[in-house]
């Protein structure tokens, strides 16, 4: 990563927030300043919290459907029964 070269040849995807992660850690008093630097240079290379939202919206949509399902199957509407 520190090369700042992808893999096609071109600046690498997350090489800007290394650059400012990296700047801010050659010059702050305690690694915690730069934490948000931190915090989205490790986003750009995993996407942990997209996939958590992801996740989460999806397990909604989930229980959206499995809800309608039911109440269809028991002829429930906004829990009572019709």
């Excluded at 229980?63 to 829990?79: F, I, Q, S, T």
Aim: with cysteine; charged share 35%; net charge positive.
């Amino acid at each position: 990563m520190a090369s700042g070269w992808g893999i096609t040849g071109n600046k690498g995807r997350c090489y800007d927030f290394w650059v400012d992660f990296s700047e801010c850690m050659s010059r702050c008093r305690e690694p915690k300043d730069c934490s948000l630097l931190r915090e989205d240079y490790l986003e750009c290379l995993h996407h942990s919290k997209e996939f958590q939202r992801r996740n989460r919206i999806y397990k909604e949509e989930q229980r959206k459907l499995r809800a309608a399902a039911r109440a269809k199957e028991g002829g429930v509407v906004d829990g009572h029964h019709s």
